[in-house]
């Protein structure tokens, strides 16, 4: 059984900076793409960073260059690094795995990321 478990997160104030971490136990393979999503109230779940092979990356407009992913491919590990955060950075953020071997991608049960103003 693959899970996800995340830790950090929490409440911070504006212009402050949090580490969310995530780790995948349960998998006999390397996921090939690890990392987070975000969701505000009444919002969709969008995007905010992904590493591909623990190599390539890519990042919402809204966080380039104030987030920060980095992973190891061959631990099943992602961190996310946020700083310079901001009010609208307030959300539950998830924790994202998907590998071709098992054809879909997993969550984390999520953290809440607090920024007040």
């Known amino acids: 059984q693959v899970q996800l478990v995340e830790s950090g997160g929490g409440l911070v104030q504006t212009g402050g900076s949090l580490r969310l971490s995530c780790a995948a136990s349960?998998?006999?393979?390397?996921?090939?793409?690890m990392g987070w999503y975000r969701q505000a109230p009444g919002k969709e779940r969008d995007l905010v960073a992904v590493?591909?092979?623990?190599?390539?990356?890519n990042y919402a407009d809204t966080v380039q260059g104030r987030f920060t992913v980095s992973g190891d491919y061959a631990k099943n590990t992602v961190v996310l690094q946020m700083n310079s955060l901001k009010p609208e950075d307030t959300a539950v953020y998830y924790c994202?795995?998907?590998?071709?071997?098992?054809?879909?991608?997993?969550w984390g049960q999520g953290t809440q990321v607090t920024v007040s103003s």
């Open positions: 994202y795995a998907y590998s071709d071997t098992y054809g879909r991608a997993f």
């Open positions: 349960g998998s006999t393979v390397s996921f090939y793409v």
């Open positions: 590493i591909r092979n623990g190599v390539t990356t």
